[in-house]
Protein backbone atom coordinates (compact mmCIF):
# COMPACT_ATOMS: atom_id res chain seq x y z
CA UNK A 1 0.00 0.00 0.00
CA UNK A 2 1.81 3.15 -1.63
CA UNK A 3 0.12 5.24 1.53
CA UNK A 4 1.34 3.21 4.50
CA UNK A 5 4.94 2.64 2.63
CA UNK A 6 5.47 6.80 2.57
CA UNK A 7 4.66 7.65 5.48
CA UNK A 8 7.16 4.68 6.89
CA UNK A 9 9.70 6.73 4.40
CA UNK A 10 8.71 9.98 5.95
CA UNK A 11 8.35 9.22 9.75
CA UNK A 12 9.74 5.71 10.71
CA UNK A 13 13.02 5.46 12.28
CA UNK A 14 15.10 2.33 12.44
CA UNK A 15 16.24 1.42 15.74
CA UNK A 16 18.81 -0.79 16.74
CA UNK A 17 17.46 -4.43 17.52
CA UNK A 18 15.26 -4.99 14.45
CA UNK A 19 12.65 -2.55 15.59
CA UNK A 20 11.38 -0.05 13.35
CA UNK A 21 9.64 3.24 15.13
CA UNK A 22 6.13 4.71 13.37
CA UNK A 23 4.46 5.73 16.43
CA UNK A 24 3.75 9.25 15.01
CA UNK A 25 1.02 7.73 13.18
CA UNK A 26 0.69 4.03 13.73
CA UNK A 27 0.84 2.45 17.32
CA UNK A 28 1.50 5.87 20.05
CA UNK A 29 -0.35 8.55 18.05
CA UNK A 30 -3.29 7.36 15.45
CA UNK A 31 -3.62 8.95 12.19
CA UNK A 32 -7.46 7.28 11.76
CA UNK A 33 -7.90 8.55 8.12
CA UNK A 34 -4.71 6.39 7.16
CA UNK A 35 -6.13 3.53 9.28
CA UNK A 36 -9.15 3.70 7.29
CA UNK A 37 -7.40 3.60 3.91
CA UNK A 38 -5.82 0.35 5.39
CA UNK A 39 -9.33 -1.00 6.30
CA UNK A 40 -10.50 -0.63 2.93
CA UNK A 41 -7.69 -2.27 1.09
CA UNK A 42 -7.72 -5.72 3.81
CA UNK A 43 -11.84 -5.25 2.64
CA UNK A 44 -10.62 -5.55 -1.02
CA UNK A 45 -8.10 -7.98 -0.33
CA UNK A 46 -10.59 -10.68 1.88
CA UNK A 47 -13.70 -9.57 -0.57
CA UNK A 48 -14.65 -12.98 -1.15
CA UNK A 49 -14.40 -14.37 2.27
CA UNK A 50 -17.05 -14.07 5.33
CA UNK A 51 -15.60 -12.36 8.09
CA UNK A 52 -17.75 -12.49 11.56
CA UNK A 53 -15.57 -11.25 13.80
CA UNK A 54 -12.20 -9.77 13.79
CA UNK A 55 -9.46 -10.74 16.32
CA UNK A 56 -6.53 -8.61 17.74
CA UNK A 57 -4.26 -8.54 20.55
CA UNK A 58 -3.75 -5.48 22.94
CA UNK A 59 -2.39 -3.06 22.65
CA UNK A 60 -1.46 -1.68 19.56
CA UNK A 61 -3.82 -3.68 16.95
CA UNK A 62 -7.44 -2.50 18.75
CA UNK A 63 -7.48 0.71 16.84
CA UNK A 64 -6.69 -0.70 13.54
CA UNK A 65 -9.13 -3.25 14.04
CA UNK A 66 -11.79 -1.01 15.20
CA UNK A 67 -11.47 0.97 11.61
CA UNK A 68 -11.36 -1.79 10.07
CA UNK A 69 -15.02 -3.43 10.96
CA UNK A 70 -16.61 -0.59 9.15
CA UNK A 71 -15.20 -2.04 5.95
CA UNK A 72 -16.76 -5.63 7.34
CA UNK A 73 -20.23 -4.70 7.48
CA UNK A 74 -19.32 -3.54 11.19
CA UNK A 75 -18.88 -6.39 12.35
CA UNK A 76 -17.61 -7.03 16.25
CA UNK A 77 -14.09 -6.33 17.52
CA UNK A 78 -12.48 -8.73 19.95
CA UNK A 79 -9.05 -7.87 21.56
CA UNK A 80 -7.12 -10.70 23.32
CA UNK A 81 -6.28 -9.12 26.70
CA UNK A 82 -2.17 -9.54 27.98
CA UNK A 83 -3.24 -9.50 31.84
CA UNK A 84 -5.83 -11.22 34.24
CA UNK A 85 -8.15 -8.44 35.12
CA UNK A 86 -11.24 -8.74 38.32
CA UNK A 87 -13.20 -7.47 34.84
CA UNK A 88 -12.97 -10.64 33.06
CA UNK A 89 -15.13 -13.75 34.23
CA UNK A 90 -16.49 -17.01 33.25
CA UNK A 91 -14.36 -19.46 31.18
CA UNK A 92 -11.34 -18.31 28.77
CA UNK A 93 -9.64 -19.32 25.99
CA UNK A 94 -5.78 -18.96 27.46
CA UNK A 95 -2.19 -19.06 26.19
CA UNK A 96 1.05 -16.93 26.25
CA UNK A 97 2.89 -15.12 23.95
CA UNK A 98 6.49 -13.31 24.16
CA UNK A 99 5.89 -9.50 23.54
CA UNK A 100 8.66 -7.96 21.03
CA UNK A 101 8.58 -4.98 22.50
CA UNK A 102 8.01 -5.91 26.01
CA UNK A 103 10.89 -8.71 25.92
CA UNK A 104 8.92 -10.69 28.30
CA UNK A 105 5.99 -13.42 28.11
CA UNK A 106 2.52 -12.38 29.03
CA UNK A 107 -0.84 -14.28 29.12
CA UNK A 108 -3.06 -14.07 25.91
CA UNK A 109 -6.88 -14.16 27.06
CA UNK A 110 -10.16 -14.13 25.47
CA UNK A 111 -13.44 -14.82 27.54
CA UNK A 112 -15.49 -17.90 25.80
CA UNK A 113 -18.68 -15.65 25.45
CA UNK A 114 -16.96 -13.51 22.71
CA UNK A 115 -15.08 -17.18 20.24
CA UNK A 116 -17.53 -19.33 18.88
CA UNK A 117 -16.92 -22.61 16.95
CA UNK A 118 -19.13 -20.65 14.20
CA UNK A 119 -17.22 -17.80 14.39
CA UNK A 120 -14.66 -16.88 10.88
CA UNK A 121 -12.09 -14.77 12.06
CA UNK A 122 -9.94 -12.34 10.70
CA UNK A 123 -6.88 -11.33 12.41
CA UNK A 124 -5.67 -7.72 12.71
CA UNK A 125 -2.62 -6.57 14.08
CA UNK A 126 0.05 -3.53 13.66
CA UNK A 127 2.76 -5.73 13.22
CA UNK A 128 4.07 -8.89 12.10
CA UNK A 129 7.59 -9.41 13.11
CA UNK A 130 8.29 -13.10 14.46
CA UNK A 131 4.86 -13.91 14.30
CA UNK A 132 4.84 -14.86 17.82
CA UNK A 133 1.42 -12.32 18.69
CA UNK A 134 -0.34 -14.43 15.71
CA UNK A 135 0.82 -17.60 16.73
CA UNK A 136 -1.40 -16.73 20.06
CA UNK A 137 -4.14 -15.76 18.46
CA UNK A 138 -4.16 -18.80 16.00
CA UNK A 139 -4.07 -20.83 18.95
CA UNK A 140 -7.02 -19.33 20.63
CA UNK A 141 -9.26 -19.67 17.29
CA UNK A 142 -8.59 -23.15 17.60
CA UNK A 143 -9.37 -23.48 21.29
CA UNK A 144 -12.74 -21.99 20.25
CA UNK A 145 -13.65 -23.83 17.10
CA UNK A 146 -13.27 -20.86 15.07
CA UNK A 147 -12.05 -20.83 11.94
CA UNK A 148 -9.21 -18.35 10.58
CA UNK A 149 -10.36 -16.89 6.93
CA UNK A 150 -7.45 -14.67 7.11
CA UNK A 151 -4.91 -12.41 8.48
CA UNK A 152 -4.21 -8.32 7.94
CA UNK A 153 -1.27 -6.59 8.98
CA UNK A 154 -0.07 -2.41 8.69
CA UNK A 155 3.66 -3.14 8.94
CA UNK A 156 5.29 -6.87 8.67
CA UNK A 157 9.30 -7.26 8.84
CA UNK A 158 9.82 -9.58 5.88
CA UNK A 159 13.72 -10.31 7.16
CA UNK A 160 12.22 -11.97 10.73
CA UNK A 161 10.00 -14.49 8.49
CA UNK A 162 7.03 -14.87 10.93
CA UNK A 163 4.78 -13.90 7.86
CA UNK A 164 6.22 -16.62 5.29
CA UNK A 165 6.26 -19.33 7.33
CA UNK A 166 2.54 -18.41 7.96
CA UNK A 167 2.12 -17.68 4.30
CA UNK A 168 3.81 -21.70 3.93
CA UNK A 169 1.04 -23.25 6.21
CA UNK A 170 -1.59 -21.51 3.64
CA UNK A 171 -2.47 -18.72 5.90
CA UNK A 172 -3.82 -15.80 3.77
CA UNK A 173 -1.73 -12.93 5.27
CA UNK A 174 -2.41 -9.53 3.87
CA UNK A 175 0.36 -7.50 5.24
CA UNK A 176 -0.21 -3.38 3.69
CA UNK A 177 3.61 -2.68 3.72
CA UNK A 178 6.97 -5.39 4.08
CA UNK A 179 9.95 -4.50 5.27
CA UNK A 180 12.50 -6.35 3.78
CA UNK A 181 15.77 -4.74 5.51
CA UNK A 182 16.54 -1.41 7.34
CA UNK A 183 19.85 -0.30 8.67
CA UNK A 184 19.83 1.64 11.78
CA UNK A 185 22.89 3.21 10.79
CA UNK A 186 22.01 4.87 7.45
CA UNK A 187 18.18 5.01 8.46
CA UNK A 188 17.35 2.83 4.86
CA UNK A 189 14.07 1.31 4.55
CA UNK A 190 13.47 -1.31 1.20
CA UNK A 191 10.38 -2.74 0.67
CA UNK A 192 9.17 -5.96 -0.50
CA UNK A 193 7.13 -5.90 -3.73
O1 LIG B 1 5.23 -11.10 15.30
P1 LIG B 1 5.69 -10.79 16.69
O2 LIG B 1 7.14 -11.10 16.92
O3 LIG B 1 4.79 -11.37 17.73
O4 LIG B 1 5.60 -9.17 16.85
C1 LIG B 1 4.39 -8.49 16.58
C2 LIG B 1 3.69 -8.10 17.85
O5 LIG B 1 4.58 -7.23 18.58
C3 LIG B 1 3.86 -6.08 19.00
O6 LIG B 1 3.23 -6.35 20.23
P2 LIG B 1 3.90 -5.85 21.59
O7 LIG B 1 3.43 -6.72 22.70
O8 LIG B 1 5.37 -5.80 21.41
O9 LIG B 1 3.40 -4.36 21.72
P3 LIG B 1 1.94 -3.67 21.91
O10 LIG B 1 1.54 -3.89 23.33
O11 LIG B 1 2.20 -2.24 21.55
O12 LIG B 1 0.95 -4.27 20.97
C4 LIG B 1 2.84 -5.88 17.91
O13 LIG B 1 1.76 -5.08 18.35
C5 LIG B 1 2.44 -7.29 17.56
O14 LIG B 1 1.34 -7.74 18.34
O1 LIG C 1 6.57 -0.43 16.98
C1 LIG C 1 6.97 -1.59 16.70
N1 LIG C 1 8.09 -1.73 15.95
C2 LIG C 1 8.59 -2.95 15.61
O2 LIG C 1 9.61 -3.05 14.93
C3 LIG C 1 7.87 -4.08 16.06
N2 LIG C 1 8.07 -5.41 15.92
C4 LIG C 1 7.07 -6.02 16.56
N3 LIG C 1 6.26 -5.11 17.13
C5 LIG C 1 6.73 -3.89 16.83
N4 LIG C 1 6.28 -2.66 17.15
Redesign the pocket.
Known amino acids: MQELEERIQAEGTVKVGDVLKVDAFL?HQCDVRLFDHMGAAWAEHFAGKTITKILT?????IGIACCAAHHFGDVPVVFAKKAQSINLDGDQYTTT?Y????QKEFPVIVSKKYLNPGDHVLLI??????????RGLIELCEKAGATVEGIGIAVEKGFQG?GDKLREEGYDVDSLAIVESMDPETGTIEFRH
Open positions: NIEASGVSFTKDDFLANGKALG
